[in-house]
């Protein structure tokens, strides 16, 4: 699972009716206060609650959000209310859950909730990819002799026993789909609505992947680019999640890479990274208006030593810059001889494609044709 590490609170008591209840991940980030606002959301669901608690820094920024749920439970035709509160990141990852004092979640028969599934639904709330996003209440559970529905004490679909507290079947379904539903939704929303420069720079500073990829995601024409936003993106470059270097490269501005300074900063980060990461460069440069000629140049030197995929992206690299020149063209031409025949192919395609070319290289075209043939 995504979330190796997680604090929680137990206080009891008593041994099967707990006074209260908290379990927590971490947070986006560590503020050093909490203020409680709130907000009035059209959830569109049956909760029947429209506040939203929106949970914030010393600062003022979004930390968290905070929803109190209460909806009911039925078990065994005996319905039950349902008394607690769910908890989100600024980025609309699932936080946590707390219990008012003197409520409890029930299993079969109202028996109580011990420790241990507390800590198995906490653990099944935080999976985004749960089963049970593929299914009907009425699906999971199958019908009794009298066709009716008998939610915990009948068998449970085999399919999906790992993601549900064991006896729990509708608790669990039910806080699965509200931690992952609407609310989520509105919570995003809420966040790129105030999706501050500060605020941007907190979440992808986050040690968690998926609050750092969802920054990425939600960084627009609009961003305001301090220096401080831009070191941190470029942090992220050398990333060992593929994904988050991916929209990390692709996040950097076009307008910033149009000085070579910040090119070559980019391209500083070349030897150091993946080889699809190189890739992601290569093509990132082939957006900006002139490109480098110091990059240029230590791209050519470095082309007899790359493989063909890297052979292929600085060759349209240079191409989209119709970078030609005679250096460029000679170390080019040698690749025909390459024993790899894909990064020859390449090296005939580029030169093949010059706006012009000398009589020497005509021959060395033609004599690499009449290899093919």
């Known amino acids: 699972m995504r979330y190796l590490f997680f604090f929680f609170i137990l206080i009891f008591l008593a041994a099967k009716s707990p006074d209260w209840m908290e379990l927590r991940y971490p947070a986006t980030y560590e503020a050093e206060q909490i203020n409680k606002t709130f907000e009035l959301i059209e959830f569109n669901d049956t909760i029947g609650n429209d506040s939203l608690f929106v949970l914030r820094n010393e600062d003022g920024l979004p930390h968290s959000y905070a929803r109190n ?27 946590g859950f707390r219990l008012p004092e003197g409520e409890f979640l029930s299993k079969t028969e109202h028996e109580p909730f011990q420790p241990k599934d507390y800590q198995q639904l906490h653990h099944l709330l935080a999976d985004p990819f749960s089963r049970l996003a593929n299914y009907q209440i009425e699906e999971l559970v199958p019908k009794t002799d009298e066709e009716e529905v008998d939610g915990v004490t009948s068998a449970t679909i085999t399919g999906i026993k790992d993601f549900v507290v064991e006896n729990a079947v509708y608790t669990t379904y039910t806080l699965w789909h509200i931690v992952h539903g ?15 420069t500060e605020l941007l720079l907190k979440i992808l500073s986050s ?10 995601k939600n960084i627009t024409d609009q961003t305001d680019w301090t220096p401080d936003l831009l070191d941190q993106l470029f942090s992220l470059v050398t990333s060992n999640n593929l994904t988050t270097a991916k929209q990390a490269i692709d996040a950097i501005p076009v307008d910033y890479l149009e000085e070579e300074a910040s090119q070559l900063r980019l391209f500083s980060y070349f030897d150091q990274t993946t080889h699809f990461s190189r890739l992601r460069i290569l093509n990132k440069l082939k957006q ?15 082309l007899p030593t790359l493989n063909g995929s890297a052979v292929k ?34 090296a005939f395609q580029f030169l093949d494609n010059q706006p012009e070319t000398n009589k020497k290289l005509k021959r060395q075209l033609k004599k690499f044709e009449s290899r093919l043939n």
């Open 207 to 216: 040690s968690d992947q998926y609050d750092v990829q969802w920054g990425l």
């Open 182 to 196: 609407l609310t989520q939704q509105q919570v995003e929303n809420y966040t790129q609505q105030h999706l501050s």
């Open 288 to 302: 900006v208006a002139i490109l480098s000629p110091s990059i240029e140049a230590q791209l050519a030197n470095q």
């Open 313 to 346: 992206a600085v060759l349209e690299l240079f191409s989209a810059h119709q970078l030609y020149s005679a250096q460029n063209e000679k170390i080019v031409a040698s690749l025909l001889e390459h024993d790899n025949r894909f990064i020859a192919r390449k």
């Open 69 to 95: 749920i209460l909806s009911g439970v039925c078990i065994d035709g005996t319905c039950r209310l349902l008394n607690i509160s769910l908890y989100w990141t600024v980025t609309g990852r699932y936080l």
